[in-house]
């Protein structure tokens, strides 16, 4: 499980050296930004939805606690990193916090990794559940669905699905927000479970949402374009069948 991390420090050579440190001893955690400022990191944090900051405590301007005092809703994982202060490491392990003393130990950096990935991995696996009682609870609502990737787990609502293409065992989302989603699944299995949410499947290798179709252009044998703009094949032997569910749909 790889987990989406931030390194916020004031002075550039922690920065790298810490990167570092993760590059060549914690393999699933995944550095996806840094920054040498509070402010700076403020922005990442919100931009980035991190899965864990690692939190310089001592910065210019504003401190680590400040910074997370103007965040107000802490939804990541934090690994406080200090050079001193014995009152704050106090307090930080009054609350049962993890903490990095600098210069940065080995196997201290593995220890509090490990602690972070279990409980990353307990609140991703919760909301699975949630997803679940939600799905459960909202017959009439848009609902969502978890799209499983090599690094992460993907929460999308049904209805921000575009379409669906089918490469061999693998089966590609495509969002209204223009992203992107590479699943290890076919598309049989995703048009098992979609058929009954206004999806159609056009082609063998094609499903697409309904809600989302602009058109049917004749020439060219006939194909589907999309609000987002992209033309979708419609295979001989389904054309009638989509259609006429496109018919009734619309």
């Not at 900051?53 to 939804?75: A, R, Y």
């Not at 374009?225 to 054309?239: I, R, T």
């Amino acid at each position: 499980m790889i987990i989406k991390s931030i390194i916020i420090d004031d002075e550039v050579h922690n920065l790298e050296n810490l990167k570092r440190l993760l590059e060549k001893n914690c393999p699933n955690v995944e550095v996806v930004a840094m920054a040498s400022s509070a402010e700076e990191g403020l922005e990442l944090i919100i931009n980035q939805v991190p899965d864990l900051v690692f939190l310089d405590i001592e910065m210019p301007n504003k401190n680590g606690f400040e910074m997370l005092e103007s965040i107000g809703n802490v939804n990541f994982e934090i690994i406080f990193v200090t050079a001193y202060n014995q009152y704050v490491l106090q307090a930080i392990k009054s609350c049962a916090l993890d903490y990095l003393m600098k210069p940065i130990s080995i196997s201290e950096l593995k220890e509090a990794v490990l602690r972070v990935s279990q409980v990353v991995t307990h609140k991703r696996e919760n909301q699975k559940l949630k997803v679940l009682v939600d799905n459960l609870k909202s017959i009439n609502q848009p609902k969502k669905i978890a799209l499983p990737t090599t690094e992460e787990l993907h929460f999308v609502s049904i209805d921000e699905i575009v379409r669906c293409k089918g490469e061999n065992n693998y089966t590609m989302f495509f969002l209204t927000n223009g992203t992107s989603i590479l699943v290890s699944r076919t598309l049989k299995e995703w048009d098992d479970l979609l058929s009954s949410h206004q999806f159609i499947r056009t082609h063998q290798s094609h499903l697409i949402n309904s809600i989302h179709v602009k058109s049917y252009v004749k020439k060219d044998g006939g194909y589907i374009l999309m609000n987002d703009g992209s033309m979708v094949s419609v295979s001989k032997h389904k054309k009638e069948q989509a259609l006429s569910k496109l018919a009734s749909v619309k």
